[in-house]
């Protein structure tokens, strides 16, 4: 017994069916007792639908105008939820997110939550109803309604679960947990009991599309332990907390992410403060790099080779264009994808990295470029060599069942 | 120059194409240098689509639940019209009906406005914004969202032109503005240039589907002058007002509604109080009736034959038997009309009356039932018949073009 906040997320509740399945989860953890707080995106392809609406009347909508549609989306969620659960006979009410008490910023499309007031919330719990809270939405201080862009409901229910000071919070998905790899593609992936923030964080940062890692980052502020499991299959997900037990493997995943585009310069004259030149003209145009790779060229020239989102890709060379001179050359290739594995374990392992690039190289693949933190190694391979670069990455570590 | 308040319908702003139509009547007004304020209902089938959702998951689902649903409707309606504004080129902002300042009572479903706090709307049209606002929607003192009930997207346009102080709000539609009957079903109907409001008032009670009548009694009571006119062919519709010229007409129109039945109690044993029993009885289950016909019956008994909505026909008979001796018989006839003349013009011409049913003897028409006020008649007839009545009544009173 006990406060748990739990979430679903938009195919969770695509439909009738899936609505009253989600509803039959929720009073379930409530007819035992607890009080129950659930967070809901927007049915199945709600918020597509509402872009396409929007597009076809002005693709260049101003972004205050995008939110106020989108936010209509967990509405609908919402009170269809609220309904179901009044169908099953127990105590609900719907709120939407600034009904909840979300502050936000006034970045529309990808605000950042300021607060949470939780009168209204706490009120609710203390009548004993079941609360049905849109996620991915707010308030600004103009009383205008935002969103807290992409996966934005993940960081809603951890950010209740912080304010309501919850004893779990369980992120309910279409799958059983967190697993070692993508199991729609590697037979043998294994799913996690336990794992960490950090670990979760490299994990959700390099392309595993379990959670979202701005709710994994405010998990980890405020302590809130998390459980990804599926809303299909009752049983035991994946814990992700401060600490985690390992269970025998050094590394906790493999993913693989396909968004990336390598950017090249070769040739460039090596005069003082041209990276500088580069990666601030790069940054004031909002585009992240992720891996940089500097290397002397020929005749006293260098070569400098980085990674971007595939989009940011061709932007990329048409800014560097107008920016360098033209003796140098700027490609841009999109073939590419950033393999990595996470594991809080590596760092005391030394013998890591070697292990990884073996197994590359026994399976033929080259590595282009290659990038390390304290708890995970990425490289950059051929975007055709990637799916056979996971698998035989996690073979040689995750032992097989 | 003003301050004009327009109000479009469903069907009017039902796909994009018909959206960027409405942005191109709001900037024409805005253009000649109007503050504009625009209200909007949800587009086209959309309050229908969501209450099918409902019922799929909940036919009973609370009524606070079902507002929550539905006003996310006009959300999506606003922000589109919002963003089709935009592309036009006109400074916009879209309030749904909370931000708008719309405080209601909490009977969802169908709540009334108790006042518009004013502030947000004033602000934006002094920043020379076009306002689109959400009709239809409110706030309770709970913070949580209501519904004005069907139609009332058109209190909501009249209610603003009242706190506003507008010079005019007008309410276009999918007709050309207030016909002398239905220009579907009678030929010869005739567009009216002006109309009272009382004239409006008992059109819109009686049948016509223009214009919502609780709108025309806010109206009449802030003296807002309307104008009905459609919103695909801009020419002048029709005003309602407080006095309006006759045209040498002596009725305003005919109006007909087949949502009647007719409940005859017959033998009734004549004791003290029975009517008073009957009627409190009905009253007390929110069973409106209209019109009450009392007679004698044979051997001291009466006859009591009154009309309701044709849904509470089986529900009074019902109700009824449970109340009276098993003497007495009771029959529901849904198979009646109501047609109906209005003018306020007819106080002063007494052979109106008799002018009404002559059209319909000679028609040989039955009349079941009278109804009269001091500005209109209404007569009781066979359904089948209904559609014949408003063409002789109308050819009656109406000259021809």
Known sequence: MGLIVQKFGGSSVADAERVMNVAGIVTDTYKKGNDVVVVVSAQGDT??????????????????????????GEQISISLLAMAIEKLGCPVISLLGWQAGFNTNSIYGSARIKHIKPNRLQAEIAKHNIVVVAGFQGINRYDDLTTLGRGGSDTSAVAIAAAL??????????????????????????????????????????????LNNRSVEMAKKYGAELEVLSSLNPIPGTIVKEAAKMEKMLIRGVTMDKDVALVSILNLQDTPGIAFKIFSKLSSKNINVDIILQSFGRDGTKDIVFTVNKDNGPVAVELLKGLLDDDCKIVCNTEVAKVSIVGAGMESH??????MFEALYESNINIQMISTSEIKISVIIDADSADRAVSAVHRAFIPGE
């Not at 070692?180 to 595993?208: F, S």
């Open 350 to 355: 030394p013998g890591t990295a070697s292990k």
């Open 47 to 72: 918020t597509d639908d509402l872009i396409e609406k929007a597009n076809e009347i002005n693709p260049k909508a101003a972004k205050r105008e995008m939110d106020q549609l989108l936010t209509a």
């Open 165 to 210: 000071k919850a004893d779990k919070c369980q992120i309910y998905t279409d799958v059983e947990g967190v697993y070692t790899a993508d199991p729609r593609k590697v037979d043998n992936a294994v799913k996690l009991k336990e794992i960490t923030y950090d670990e979760m964080l490299e994990l959700a940062t390099l392309g595993a599309q379990v």
